[in-house]
């Protein structure tokens, strides 16, 4: 008998403030190219494909971003897409695509946002998660943690489970520096990357436990939806009555069944211009360059133009962004608020 396959579980959209101005609502960062030739979403497809191990995926978004999604996954093997009628959180997005899915398949929880340069490490780290899924466990990928980071979230392993698998012993919010340096040199700790491997009904199981008014809401609208080709969508109504929660608080933080993997992957979430400067390309002055610009004498600085020619001198430590009628400059570390814009908005 065959392997069970697993499948993908591309969770796409977004508010597109974090990026602002190259990333907005109607082009939010998943669509775009912002390290390589192909958008952040057709990576995550790209990283889930080519391996045996992994059937079609299905994809979770909104009607905003159906035709991005469409266009950007032709090249892919797309098992379905569902349009939830307005955004409520992963919990009830994931519960959506469980309920899409055999009880027993493994789901591969992928955010459509995020940068991964070791694939082989990753699909090794999945190999270990869907061991764990299989085995009833709701398995998280976490990342080992490079510096003391404040910007995300963080497990704590507990008792082995496997080589690189262990028990979760404790989901913990974003801590603060001095919080963040005393995980990183405990050793026993890593950054939770939003990654999840777990089966559609041991999920569903879980969500029901602890959420039941989120999950008879979510059983509801499924069970009222209409599938239109390879489009699925969702009752309205009762989706909308659904209080939006994460995955994280509804299930993993309460489930006596978390699992946590740690990877080294070349991870990041390309969370503002700041993380997507150490990811591009760099000159030998530390500059890196996309679009027509002219620096002299100016070092680690990022230029980032869709047009406009960029000209600069004598400049240290700057992020430089030009996208259409809208200019961002400001250093790295200030580029990270970018939200805060009154600008970020649609226009």
């Given at each position: 008998?065959?392997?069970?396959?697993?499948?993908?579980?591309?969770?796409?959209?977004?508010?597109?403030?974090?990026?602002?101005?190259?990333?907005?609502?109607?082009?939010?960062?998943?669509?775009?190219?912002?390290?390589?030739?192909?958008?952040?979403?057709?990576?995550?497809?790209?990283?889930?494909?080519?391996?045996?191990?992994?059937?079609?995926?299905?994809?979770?978004?909104?009607?905003?971003?159906?035709?991005?999604?469409?266009?950007?996954?032709?090249?892919?093997?797309?098992?379905?897409?569902?349009?939830?009628?307005?955004?409520?959180?992963?919990?009830?997005?994931?519960?959506?695509?469980?309920?899409?899915?055999?009880?027993?398949?493994?789901?591969?929880?992928?955010?459509?946002d995020h940068h991964i340069g070791d694939v082989a490490a990753f699909r090794e780290a999945v190999r270990e998660a869907?061991?764990?899924?299989?085995?009833?466990?709701?398995?998280?990928?976490?990342?080992?943690?490079?510096?003391?980071?404040?910007?995300?979230?963080?497990?704590?392993?507990?008792?082995?489970?496997?080589?690189?698998?262990?028990?979760?012993?404790?989901?913990?919010?974003?801590?603060?520096?001095?919080?963040?340096?005393?995980?990183?040199?405990?050793?026993?700790?890593?950054?939770?990357?939003?990654?999840?491997?777990?089966?559609?009904?041991?999920?569903?199981?879980?969500?029901?436990?602890?959420?039941?008014?989120?999950?008879?809401?979510?059983?509801?609208?499924?069970?009222?939806?209409?599938?239109?080709?390879?489009?699925?969508?969702?009752?309205?109504?009762?989706?909308?009555?659904?209080?939006?929660?994460?995955?994280?608080?509804?299930?993993?933080?309460?489930?006596e069944r978390a699992a946590v993997v740690e990877a080294e992957m070349d991870w990041s979430d390309v969370g503002n211009?700041?993380?997507?400067?150490?990811?591009?390309?760099?000159?030998?002055?530390?500059?890196?360059?996309?679009?027509?610009?002219?620096?002299?004498?100016?070092?680690?600085?990022?230029?980032?133009?869709?047009?406009?020619?960029?000209?600069?001198?004598?400049?240290?430590?700057?992020?430089?962004?030009?996208?259409?009628?809208?200019?961002?400059?400001?250093?790295?570390?200030?580029?990270?608020?970018?939200?805060?814009?009154?600008?970020?908005?649609?226009?």
């Amino acid at each position: 008998m065959a392997e069970q396959k697993i499948t993908p579980v591309i969770l796409c959209g977004g508010s597109g403030t974090r990026l602002w101005p190259r990333s907005r609502p109607a082009m939010p960062k998943p669509f775009l190219p912002l390290i390589g030739e192909r958008t952040l979403f057709q990576e995550a497809l790209l990283r889930c494909a080519g391996d045996p191990m992994f059937g079609p995926a299905l994809i979770v978004t909104g009607a905003a971003h159906l035709e991005l999604v469409e266009a950007q996954s032709k090249d892919f093997e797309v098992a379905e897409v569902i349009v939830e009628p307005e955004p409520r959180q992963t919990a009830a997005a994931l519960a959506l695509a469980a309920l899409r899915l055999d009880q027993d398949a493994v789901m591969l929880v992928c955010p459509s946002d995020h940068h991964i340069g070791d694939v082989a490490a990753f699909r090794e780290a999945v190999r270990e998660a869907a061991r764990l899924a299989g085995e009833g466990w709701l398995a998280c990928i976490a990342v080992t943690p490079s510096e003391p980071d404040t910007r995300f979230g963080y497990v704590r392993r507990g008792e082995p489970l496997g080589r690189s698998s262990f028990r979760v012993a404790q989901f913990v919010e974003k801590p603060d520096a001095e919080t963040a340096a005393a995980y990183l040199d405990s050793g026993v700790y890593a950054w939770n990357a939003g990654i999840f491997a777990f089966r559609a009904g041991d999920y569903l199981g879980e969500l029901r436990n602890f959420r039941p008014s989120l999950s008879a809401a979510v059983e509801q609208s499924a069970a009222r939806g209409e599938l239109a080709g390879k489009r699925f969508f969702p009752e309205r109504e009762s989706f909308a009555a659904i209080e939006p929660e994460s995955l994280d608080y509804a299930v993993m933080e309460n489930t006596e069944r978390a699992a946590v993997v740690e990877a080294e992957m070349d991870w990041s979430d390309v969370g503002n211009w700041e993380a997507l400067f150490r990811m591009r390309e760099k000159d030998a002055a530390g500059n890196a360059v996309r679009g027509p610009a002219q620096l002299v004498d100016c070092t680690n600085v990022l230029v980032d133009s869709d047009g406009p020619k960029v000209h600069m001198i004598g400049v240290d430590n700057l992020v430089v962004v030009v996208d259409g009628d809208d200019i961002l400059i400001a250093p790295p570390t200030a580029a990270r608020e970018v939200a805060k814009l009154s600008a970020a908005k649609p226009r």
